[in-house]
C-alpha cells in the first residue's frame, strides 16, 4: 500500500496477513520448537518479508542471498511447516503464523523463480511520493530505475526473467530520454535485445482521461543483442483514444533503427528516428536558462501596472504567445540590480553560498538570439537580451552573424520535430535543445532566402508588449489603446528612447505626440457630462478623428464597433457596456483602466486611470464629479424628470462606497503580505509596485466595478522565509507557518497603532 497500491503475488498478499499476526520474531521462532531447520528457515522467513506488505513483489530472495533456502530447500521445508502445524491445533496465534509462514514460503519460491514471459502494466510513483522505507529500498537495490517505481519494476521484471526470455511492459514514455535515466538506457541498450517499442502516448487508457500518463508499450527479450540488431517501432501517439491506437498497432508503418546507434544519441536518449549527431545546436550557440523568483506574485509584475519602468524594476521576457517574432514582452521583475528584496529573500531561503548558482540566464543578458518556450510545441519568438523567466530557453549564438539562421531553424517544424524526438515530455529539459541537430549551412541558406536585409528590427501592434508603439491606428485593438490614450496612459516604447525599435515603430511613436494634448490631466473623464466637461464618446470621437486623420469615417467607427462587438451601437454603448470586460480580458486580468458605475444603465460612472488614481485625485472624483451630478439629479427630481430619483440614490451610494474606500476601514483596506503593519496602506494611499491584483480589492469590495472581477486573493503558492512580517499569519487560516495569506485585513487602529509605534 504505501508503494503506492500496486498488489504483489497473491500468495503474498495472503500470507503479509498473517505476517501481522505477531510482529516479534521469537513468536515466530517458538512456533519452529526444537528443529534447527525448521527455525532457521522460520527466522529467513520474517527477515525477508517483514516489509512485504511496503515491498511487495519487490522483494528478490535471490539479491538477498536466499536463493538455497527457498529454490533448493522449498520441498523440505514445507513439509516441517505442515507437521508444527499439526501440533498446534489449539493454539490460534501458532496456528496464524504456521499458515502465513506457509504462504511466505509459498511467495519465497515464486519470487526466486525464473520465468519466460513477464506482460505487466507496471505501477508509477515518482520517488518524492515513495515512503522512506520504499525510497531506501529502491536506492540500495534498484539504483538505475529508484526515480520512479515504474522503472524499479522494469529492473525488477529483468531479474524475473530467464535467459533468453521475453518481458513485456506497459509503463511511463520519461526514461527514454530524461538525462536521469541515461544509465538505465546505457544498461539495457547494452544488455537486452530490445524487440519492440510502441510510442502509445496520451489517452492510452480507457479508465484513465486527460492527458497526464505518457505511455510506451515495449518488449525485451533477455540476451545481448547481436551486432546490427533493429530495434522495430511504432508511434501511435496521434490517435486520442485507445481505440483507435489499438486500430493502428495492427496497422501501423513498423520503424526501424539500430539498436547499437542509440547509444550513440544525445545521453543515449532512445528515438524510433535516426537522430543526426553530427552537429548539434550547442555547437554553434548557448542554451540558456531562465530564472525563477520563488514568489512571483510579489517580484513580478505586468508592466502596465507600473506607470514608468525604473525604481528597481526590470523588463523580463517570458514566453513565447504567438507565432510572431517579437511575444512575451509583458513582465517585469522587481530585480533592482541584483542587490534589493529579490536577492535577499532568496538569500535567506537558499543560503548566501547559493545566490549565484540561482542567477540563470546571466551569460546572455544583453545579447540577442531566440527565446524557446519550454512546454507544448515549442513556440519561438526574438530574444530580446533582457532578464528572462524560467518558462524559456534563450538560445544565443556565439556568432551574431549566425542569428537569422538559428531563428529560421528554431521557428521551423524541424526543430520541433527534431527535439521530441529527443525529449517527448511536456516541459523539455535544456539538454534537449542544446542537442537537437543544427545544419547550419541549410539554416543559414534558408534564412538568406527569407530574410535577404536581415532580420527585421522588433516591432508590435500588440498592446500588451513593451515595443508597442502606442498609436490606435494599426493596433489589434485600436479602442482600448485610443481609451488608454485618453486617460493619459502612455507605452514604455514611447518613453524609453534607447529601446530598439524598428523605423515603423519609431514612426508611429512620432505620431503619438499628437494626441498628447487629448489626454485628461488627473486621469478621470466621466462618461456623462459633469463639471462642465464633455461626456466621454465625443472625447473619444475626437480623439479617434484626430488618430485617423483624412482616413476617419462614419464607416471607419462602425467598423471599430464591429470588431468590438457592437455592431450598430454607439460609441457611448460600447463605453459603458463593453469596454471594461474586454479592458480585463486583453490585459491579463491585472486591469490599468477602471470602470466604476452606480449600478444604473444611465447613472454616473466614470474610467479612472489607475495609475494617477491618488488620494487627492479620488476626492475629487467623490466630491467634484459625483457631487456635480448628484446636485443635477436633485434639480431633475425638482423638474419632475423620469429616473432622477433612481439615478440621485444610486450616486449617493456610489459616494458613500468610494468615501469607504478613501477612509480605509476593513473590509475596504488594502493587505500586502510583504509588508509589516507599520507599512500597510491607511487609507487610500496605494503602493504602484504592489500591483494591481492588491491595490484593487477595496474597489471589488465595495461591488462598484462594471465587471464582477475574477481576480481572487487566495493562498499564493509557495512558502514565506520566516523573517516575513506574516510569517505566522497561516496559523489563523487553519494553515501552517509559511502560508502566503492575501486575503487578510487590519483595521486603521491596528495599523495606525504599528505607524506611531515605530516612530
Known sequence: PDAGGYRPLPEMNLACSGLAVSTQKEEWLAFAGDDPKLRQGMAQLYDLFKDAPTLGSLINPNRMGKEDMFTAGYDDLVPLMEMALAKEKDDYDADEIGVAAQGLAKAAYLLAGKYHLIITNVPYLSRGKQCDKLKDFCETWYGFGKNDLANVFLERCMEFNAAGGVTQIVMPQNWLFLKSYKKLRDYLLKHQTWCFLSRLGPGAFDTITGEVVNVILITF???????????????????????????????????????????????????????????????????????????????????????????????????????????????????????????????????????????????VWGKKGVSVSSMGDLQASIYMGEIFTHGIYAVVPHDGSNLPAVWAYCDSSDFRQNARLLDQKVCIARSSIAKVPFDIDHWIRVAAEKYPNGLPKPYSDDPTQWIFHGHPVPATTPLQVAIARLLGYRWPAETDEKMELSDEARAWVQKTGALL???????????????????????????????????????T???????????????????????????????????????????????????????????????????????????????????????????????????????????????????????????????????????????????????????????????????????????????????????????????????????????
Not at 475626437?542 to 485617423?548: E, F, K, Q
Not at 493587505?671 to 480589492?697: A, C, H, S
Open 221 to 363: 527479450a533477455n540476451a545481448p543483442p547481436i551486432e546490427n540488431h533493429l530495434l522495430r517501432g511504432l508511434d501511435a501517439t496521434a490517435p486520442r483514444s485507445s481505440q483507435n491506437k489499438s486500430e493502428l498497432l495492427k496497422i501501423g508503418n513498423i520503424l526501424e533503427v539500430s539498436q547499437h546507434k542509440q547509444l550513440e544519441n544525445p545521453d543515449s536518449k532512445v528515438s524510433l528516428s535516426e537522430i543526426d549527431t553530427s552537429s548539434n545546436l550547442d555547437s554553434y550557440a548557448i542554451v540558456s536558462e531562465g530564472l525563477h523568483t520563488g514568489d512571483y506574485p510579489r517580484f513580478g509584475r505586468k508592466f502596465w501596472e507600473i506607470e514608468k519602468i525604473s525604481s528597481g524594476w526590470a523588463l523580463q521576457q517570458g514566453g513565447p504567445s504567438s507565432e510572431n517574432m517579437t511575444t512575451g514582452l509583458e513582465h517585469i521583475l522587481y530585480w533592482c540590480g541584483c542587490s534589493g528584496p529579490l536577492i535577499d529573500f532568496i538569500r535567506e531561503r537558499l543560503g548566501s553560498e547559493t545566490v549565484s548558482m540561482w542567477i540563470k540566464g546571466e551569460d
Open 517 to 555: 494634448p487629448f489626454s485628461d490631466d488627473n486621469g478621470i473623464v466621466c462618461i456623462p457630462p459633469v463639471r462642465g466637461e464633455k461626456p466621454a464618446a465625443e472625447r473619444l470621437l475626437n480623439l479617434l478623428s484626430a488618430a485617423y486623420g483624412v482616413a476617419w469615417s462614419p464607416y
Open 557 to 759: 467607427l462602425s467598423k471599430l464597433l464591429a470588431d468590438a462587438d457592437c455592431t450598430g451601437k454607439t460609441l457611448e454603448v460600447w463605453l459603458r457596456d463593453k469596454f471594461f470586460e474586454q479592458h480585463f480580458k486583453l490585459f491579463h486580468h491585472r486591469p490599468f483602466i477602471w470602470h466604476i458605475w452606480d449600478g444604473v444603465k444611465d447613472g454616473f460612472a466614470a474610467l479612472l486611470n489607475y495609475h494617477k488614481l491618488t488620494r487627492q485625485n479620488l476626492e475629487t472624483l467623490i466630491y467634484s464629479s459625483i457631487g456635480d451630478w448628484i446636485k443635477r439629479q436633485e434639480d431633475e427630481i425638482k423638474q419632475g424628470i423620469d429616473g432622477a430619483g433612481i439615478r440621485l440614490a444610486a450616486a449617493r451610494n456610489l459616494k458613500t462606497e468610494l468615501e469607504k474606500i478613501l477612509e480605509g476601514e476593513q473590509p475596504f483596506d488594502i493587505f500586502v503580505r510583504w509588508k509589516p503593519m507599520d507599512q500597510q496602506p491607511i487609507g487610500w494611499e496605494p503602493d504602484l509596485n504592489d500591483g494591481v491584483r492588491l491595490n484593487i480589492r477595496p474597489f471589488i469590495q465595495a461591488g462598484i466595478l462594471r465587471k464582477n472581477s475574477n481576480i481572487t486573493w487566495n493562498k499564493d503558492r509557495g512558502k514565506d522565509v520566516t523573517s516575513s512580517p506574516w510569517y505566522e499569519l497561516g496559523l489563523n487560516y487553519g494553515g501552517k507557518e509559511g502560508d502566503r495569506i492575501n486575503d487578510h485585513h487590519l483595521s486603521l487602529a491596528e495599523k495606525k497603532a504599528a505607524r506611531t509605534a515605530k516612530q
